[in-house]
Nanobody, 122 residues
Framework: QVQLVESGGGLVQAGGSLRLSCAAS????????MGWFRQAPGKGREFVAS????????YYADSVKGRFTISRDGAENTVYLQMNSLKPEDTAVYYC???????????????WGQGTQVTVSS
């Protein structure tokens, strides 16, 4: 079993920055990729970014490319999402996910965190 816990969400003004963290525990040897998704009120779950352990390959949604950076700390079993130049449309609950690969498809993930709220004011 794998447990994921997100942290780092909060309220920030447009143009500001936040860094989200996702700590994995349990049988983390089964994880070969992690990703971030978000869901805004009235909208579906949206892919944000992912990273694959193999070569630390990263992928970003077009909407966040150039502003967000995903990274990992293998020793600490943690992934991060550095969010810069935040915009009101980034407001959502952000979820961390883990699975056999990092992918833009949420079905590729086996484990999910509880989510952390990010609110960007204008």
């Amino acid at each position: 079993q794998v447990q994921l816990v997100e942290s780092g969400g909060g309220l920030v003004q447009a143009g500001g920055s936040l860094r989200l963290s996702c700590a994995a525990s349990g049988r983390t040897f089964s994880i070969y990729g992690m990703g971030w998704f978000r869901q805004a009120p009235g909208k579906g779950r949206e892919f944000v970014a992912s990273i694959r352990w193999s070569g630390d390959r990263v992928y970003y949604a077009d909407s966040v490319k150039g502003r967000f950076t995903i990274s990992r700390d293998g020793a600490e079993n943690t992934v991060y999402l550095q969010m810069n130049s935040l915009k009101p449309e980034d407001t959502a609950v952000y979820y961390c996910a883990a699975g056999a690969r990092g992918d833009y498809n949420p079905l590729a993930y086996d484990y999910w965190g509880q989510g952390t709220q990010v609110t960007v004011s204008s």
